[in-house]
């Protein structure tokens, strides 16, 4: 499960995405705040700043 301030996080990123590669990403929020301890989620930072995020069940 994420914490809020994962979810903040991936909120700001998938943000800065969008805006820089005009798409619009398609995140399933109620998914990513209620996963279960069985999913893995693999989220990478740099210099405290989240650059890549992967979900795998």
């Known amino acids: ?5 994962q979810l903040y996080d ?3 990123l998938q943000k800065e995405v969008e805006v820089f590669d005009k798409i619009e ?8 705040r209620d996963r279960e301890a069985d999913h893995f989620d693999f ?3 740099e210099n405290n700043e989240l650059i890549a995020l992967l979900n795998i069940r």
Do not use: I
Not at 1 to 5: A, G
Not at 25 to 32: A, F, G, S, V
């Open 1 to 5: 499960m994420l914490t809020m301030e």
């Open 10 to 12: 991936v909120e700001k």
């Open 25 to 32: 990403l398609k995140l399933n929020w109620d998914m990513l």
């Open 43 to 45: 989220l990478h930072y």
